[in-house]
């Protein structure tokens, strides 16, 4: 049987349209936990934002040319916003949405000025020593979300799931060929589902409570200066996270898609994705490590996965009962799957830094690393807010601090080492 020791780059061609659909249906699961959450969180629709995700994602892969395998789910950077802005009033909604339609412009502003000053410029802000540790946060602050997901349930029994999901993870990803190793989630997914069953610890009665077929309940945004600002704050940071996830998946893929397609392209591609998602009552999109995970994880690279992915979220869209059966899945399993895959972003941070040789006995950069580390860690648990009167506040979690905090750092530290390379 054949063995993808290479990578799979053309999905299509190497193992069929068939096993390709499937491949898109693994990226599904891998983001569908992630993607509902936000909505579950904000008070918006999932279906929305399922469509919104699905929208966005083949908006993206258009105006990158097919050539990023990238996937736009929910983003969770904008949690803090929408709690500031909405306070869990559904008439306030409108209000934010229409901050995450002007926080998308933001992007395809500094898109435009990339393209008149150049690439170079702005990359000088991203060297590996800043993208290469938050890459490795980016998994280590979604690491606790795993553990949630496991010990959710009070019954420690079900962490049994969580055990048998990574096992079979590890086993047909080592052990495997040809599909049952680049189907290694979707295949962990079923084995744990199927014991889950026999036990008796999945809990059907979700399924039968929604509609067969509905349309999204879209709306229209409204617009507040205060909402405004505080999503087009965030935004900065968020685009910050872009650079660093848009270099993983170059690192996972072995391209260079900051040089092509070029920045500019997957900016545009986010930020009018993100500013669709608010026009139509959405949350803000973002490219989806989970996503990311998959792919390094599999080697399977061709953008085309992708696209099928956000095909089935759109149909997903319109069928609340699938929604509910996709809900049945327990936590537990979710869980574990997600351990091996935010695991798999941080090891992404960490061949950032050994790929581009970032020299550690360096004092410069041993000091940026720490700061951005320490401050990621330190403020996802306390945020750092700013009041900008009674009734709007900005709120910066451990990404986003971490991510000013190195940029500033590299910026004003003597020594700079890194030439981008276009």
């Not at 509902?36 to 934002?49: D, F, H, K, R, Y």
Request: net charge neutral; charged share 10%.
């Amino acid at each position: 049987m054949e063995d993808f020791k290479n990578g799979i780059y053309d999905a299509r061609k190497q193992l069929g349209m068939p096993k390709t659909i499937v491949l898109g249906l693994q990226h599904v699961f891998a983001m569908f936990g992630a993607t509902v959450l936000v909505p579950l969180l904000t008070g918006l629709s999932v279906s929305v934002t399922l469509f919104c995700a699905g929208i966005a994602t083949l908006w993206f892969h258009f105006i990158t040319k097919g050539k990023v395998p990238v996937y736009l789910g929910s983003s969770f950077a904008f949690l803090g916003a929408f709690a500031s802005v909405a306070s869990g009033d559904p008439a306030k909604l409108p209000y934010a949405t229409g901050g995450v339609l002007c926080a998308g412009l933001v992007y395809v502003v500094l898109a435009g000025l990339i393209q008149v000053f150049g690439v170079k410029k702005v990359m000088k802000l991203f060297p590996p020593i800043v993208t290469g540790p938050i890459i490795v946060l980016i998994g280590l602050i979604l690491a606790p979300s795993a553990l949630n997901n496991i010990v959710s349930s009070g019954q420690p029994a079900r962490y049994s799931l969580a055990i048998i999901a990574i096992v079979v993870i590890i086993v047909c990803n080592i052990f495997g060929k040809g599909m049952v190793k680049i189907l290694p989630i979707l295949i962990s997914i079923i084995v744990s589902y199927i014991v889950a069953c026999v036990f008796g610890w999945v809990d059907f009665t979700s399924i039968g409570s929604n509609a067969i077929v509905a349309l999204p309940p879209f709306f229209f945004p409204k617009f507040e200066i205060g909402a405004v600002v505080t999503f087009v704050v965030v935004s900065l940071a968020a685009i910050i996270e872009h650079v660093g996830d848009v270099a993983a998946v170059g690192a996972t893929v072995g391209k260079n898609f900051i040089k092509d397609p070029g920045l500019t392209r997957t900016l545009l591609g986010d930020g009018i994705g993100t500013s669709i998602a608010g026009l139509l009552g959405g949350p803000a999109n973002t490219t989806y490590s989970e996503n990311t995970g998959v792919v390094a994880l599999t080697g399977v690279y061709d953008p085309f996965v992708l696209r099928v992915a956000a095909v089935v979220a759109l149909l997903l869209s319109l069928f609340p009962a699938v929604d509910g059966f996709i809900n049945t899945i327990p936590s537990e399993i979710i869980g574990g799957i997600s351990f091996v895959l935010y695991g798999m972003i941080s090891a992404i941070g960490l061949r950032t830094l050994v790929e581009h040789k970032v020299d550690f006995a360096n004092q410069r950069n041993v000091l940026i690393a720490a700061v951005i580390m320490v401050s990621g860690l330190a403020f996802n648990s306390q945020p750092i807010q700013i009041s900008l009167g009674a009734s709007t506040t900005l709120q910066f979690g451990g990404l986003a601090s971490a991510a000013i905090f190195g940029i500033i750092l590299n910026a004003i530290l003597p020594g700079k080492d890194y030439e981008f390379e276009s």
